[in-house]
């Protein structure tokens, strides 16, 4: 969902609907906000998914990131403790890939796989249920396989 620019009313309704998974993508860290994401605001993203939890506690809560904008890996584990105080339980990380549309932001670095499988086992280590890091993962990355796996469990 989108931040609905912070409309607490808009949240309550989806969060009301009972989704299976309530999914709001992060997508870059907060120091590349202005640049990735200039309408949206990083911490009323994190209010977002803190509210989503609060409000429904046994909700299943989802975030994305991409890598390869210019973003620190200090700076993604840092989104990835601020993802897991909201409460969000998994978390997919992919590569930007650069839009064929004008006016979008170039690649400032592909990053290998093995940095994402690091990367992705840090994260876990960190708390989060699920966590799918490589290259081409993008936010529905086995998205009902990891619900199934959050739901029975295995994380």
Same mark, same amino acid.
């Given at each position: 969902?989108?931040?609905?620019?912070?409309?607490?009313?808009?949240?309550?309704?989806?969060?009301?609907?009972?989704?299976?998974?309530?999914?709001?993508?992060?997508?870059?860290?907060?120091?590349?906000?202005?640049?990735?994401?200039?309408?949206?605001?990083?911490?009323?993203?994190?209010?977002?998914?803190?509210?989503?939890?609060?409000?429904?506690?046994?909700?299943?809560?989802?975030?994305?990131?991409?890598?390869?904008?210019?973003?620190?890996?200090?700076?993604?584990?840092?989104?990835?403790?601020?993802?897991?105080?909201?409460?969000?339980?998994?978390?997919?990380? %992919? @590569?930007? !890939? &650069?839009?064929?549309?004008?006016?979008?932001? $170039?690649?400032?670095? /592909? +990053?290998?796989?093995?940095?994402?499988?690091?990367? %992705? @086992?840090? !994260? &876990?280590?960190?708390?989060?249920?699920?966590? $799918?890091?490589?290259? /081409? +993962?993008?936010?529905?990355?086995?998205?009902?396989?990891?619900?199934?796996?959050?739901?029975?469990?295995?994380?």
């Amino acid at each position: 969902v989108p931040d609905f620019a912070g409309n607490l009313e808009a949240w309550a309704v989806v969060v009301d609907a009972a989704p299976d998974v309530f999914n709001h993508n992060l997508e870059t860290v907060p120091r590349l906000y202005p640049l990735v994401r200039p309408g949206a605001d990083y911490r009323r993203s994190i209010e977002l998914l803190t509210f989503a939890r609060e409000r429904a506690p046994g909700l299943a809560t989802k975030s994305g990131i991409m890598l390869g904008l210019g973003e620190e890996t200090a700076e993604v584990l840092q989104a990835g403790k601020d993802l897991l105080a909201a409460g969000v339980d998994m978390l997919t990380v %992919g @590569q930007y !890939l &650069r839009p064929a549309a004008p006016n979008t932001l $170039a690649v400032e670095r /592909f +990053v290998p796989p093995e940095e994402f499988d690091a990367l %992705g @086992q840090r !994260l &876990r280590e960190m708390g989060f249920r699920s966590v $799918a890091s490589a290259p /081409f +993962v993008r936010s529905s990355y086995n998205a009902m396989e990891s619900f199934l796996g959050l739901a029975e469990g295995e994380g």
